[in-house]
């Protein structure tokens, strides 16, 4: 079995997106606990989610 040659990238981007979300969530989470964002975030948030997954995809054909 070969490896899949993405697993840094993808390691990467995962690590990239899991601290934008927790620095987007304490900057803009309300006293009330209101996320109140508007749509740039999850925009940017889920390119970042479709890009692991393509890459996620496309090395599992390394196997």
């Not at 969530?25 to 606990?33: A, F, G, Q």
Request: charged share 10%; no cysteine; proline share 5%.
């Amino acid at each position: 079995m070969k490896r899949n040659p993405y697993v840094p990238l993808i390691a990467g981007l995962s690590l990239i997106f899991f601290f934008y979300a927790i620095v987007n969530t304490i900057r803009h989470v309300k006293v009330y606990l209101v996320y109140s964002s508007g749509l740039g975030p999850f925009i940017i948030g889920g390119l970042l989610l479709a890009v692991i997954l393509v890459l996620i995809v496309k090395g599992s054909g390394y196997r």
